[in-house]
């Protein structure tokens, strides 16, 4: 644990004042270090009030690279790419930079259930939480949802942690040790942060275990075609769990008859998966996945079972909003990309008309030809990166439209929707091009349902 101190000699810069950088920094406060925040953008009044609270110097709209040079070590935001002009500068001075999830690490003695995959990662991380929490356990949530990991830890004491973590906030970790780490799959996703390489991107995926030792335990998808491929190059010494459809073996899960017969320790277990809120074949994987790692947790299978039913399904993951006049309403804004979108239009059972669009990452969306043309009746596109959606269905698609507002995407959905239709918003894309996250996206896909069809 290098970096841990116990006096204010060390200057501790922290780059981005979000979610991650306003923890990490009542963190650092919390252990008498000289802290500084430098946001290159406005900070939102929210976080700028809890750092005026917490006495912590700050500085918004722009960084001052000689003060960052001053500092022992810095911690860096997810948000900032490594190309940041900020970060290239600081790189070549040597300066050391890590994540929020590492600094975090290094100040709590719990045990860390970490979740990451390019798809099901919330999922997964939340569906563990569920039953560490019913099970009685002091865990805390965090990481990519909820409050940050480094805050919890500051403001909290729990025994465990069940964290979903990013490619980008592995991407600065040098002792960041789950005792449990999940890979759920790895499909091209934010290529753009990753030079248009999925090797590049998958390394980053597979830093969540390069630090277990044999004490550890590694649950991946034994199905996921780029985890095996790459697995093969790289080294870990943890107990590896697999789980996967078409394997039956001591590690593996399986769906029989809407129940998960689960075999583990040469003991045959059957959970009810029937009765959970979960739609659509990739949910079954992520029970896989989160049954084996709660297990590991020691939750018992009586209690697991218990719980399952009481899991609610993700918001903005294929999440119902309403059926209204026989014409389902779902929004699943979280799919970020063509796998995550893929799964959803996998999962309908009734002719869709398709929300979709944003910022391009690099998305190739041929794997979603056949899906489209089999169940999409219409595509409405959202935002002003539309061409490549034009190119790739035009003539797979009847009708294609485009939107600039949601409002304007969910009025024309609405006129073309009948009895026993469904309405999905799965844009496949990032979403910064209209809306602030993806959160604020399917917000405001749910109150144009709600002003334009619950209301009517």
């Known amino acids: 644990m290098p970096y841990m101190v116990e006096n204010n000699n060390m200057k ?8 991650s950088g306003i923890g990490a920094a009542i963190l650092a406060k919390k252990n008498q270090a000289d802290v500084w925040v430098s946001d290159a953008k406005m900070i939102s009044e929210t976080f700028k009030n809890q750092l005026i609270a917490e006495n912590i110097p700050f500085e918004e709209n722009g960084h001052t690279t000689a003060k960052l040079l ?32 590492e600094y975090a690490s290094l100040y709590t003695n719990a045990k ?50 069940v964290l979903e973590v990013s490619s980008f906030q ?18 091209p996703d934010h290529l753009d942060r990753y030079e248009y390489k999925l090797e590049k991107y998958a390394a980053s995926k597979f830093n969540i275990a390069k630090n277990q030792i044999w004490t550890d335990y590694f649950i991946y998808n034994r199905e996921d075609a780029v985890t095996m491929q790459e697995m093969e190059k790289y080294e870990n010494s ?70 399952l039913p009481s899991f609610a399904s993700i918001e903005h993951r294929i999440e119902k909003v309403t059926e209204k006049n026989g014409i389902l309403y779902l929004n699943d804004s979280k799919a970020t990309n063509t796998d995550s979108a893929f799964y959803a239009l996998d999962a309908m059972e009734r002719p869709v008309i398709w929300i979709a669009g944003g910022v391009d990452k690099g998305n190739d969306y041929s794997s979603l030809i ?27 698609v009847p009708t294609i439209e485009h939107a600039m507002s949601m409002e304007e995407a969910v009025q024309l959905a609405v006129k073309q929707a009948n009895t026993g239709d469904c309405v999905l918003l799965s844009p496949c894309c990032a979403s910064f091009d209209l809306f602030k996250n993806y959160e604020d996206r399917g917000k405001q896909f749910k109150l144009q349902v709600e002003e334009l069809i619950i209301k009517s």
């Open 238 to 307: 943890a107990k590896k769990k697999h789980f996967g459809m078409k394997y039956i073996s001591v590690n593996t899960h399986y769906k029989v008859d809407k129940k998960l017969i689960f075999t583990y320790l040469n003991k045959k277990q059957a959970f009810n998966f029937g009765e959970m809120q979960l739609v659509g074949k990739h949910n079954v994987q992520n029970v896989m996945a989160a049954i084996m790692a709660a297990q590991l947790a020691g939750v018992k299978a009586e209690t697991i079972q218990h719980l």
């Open 112 to 161: 860390i259930i970490a979740i990451t995959g390019s798809n099901g990662k919330t999922t997964v991380t939340s569906l563990v939480y569920h039953m560490l929490k019913g099970a009685g356990y002091s865990v805390g949530l965090g990481g990519n949802i909820g409050q940050s990991f480094a805050y919890q830890v500051a403001t909290q004491n729990y025994d465990w942690y």
């Open 12 to 19: 501790i810069a922290i780059l981005g004042a979000a979610e």
């Open 170 to 187: 592995l991407d600065d970790i040098n002792k960041f040790r789950p005792y449990i780490a999940v890979l759920t799959n790895i499909t």
């Open 70 to 101: 001053e500092a022992d070590l810095i911690i860096k935001s997810p948000g900032i790419p490594e190309k940041a002009e900020i970060i290239q500068a600081l790189r070549l001075e040597g300066k050391k930079i890590i994540s929020e999830i």
């Open 370 to 396: 056949d899906l489209a043309k089999q169940k999409v009746k219409s595509l409405i596109v959202l935002g002003p990166d539309k061409e490549k959606w034009h190119q790739s269905f035009s003539g797979i």
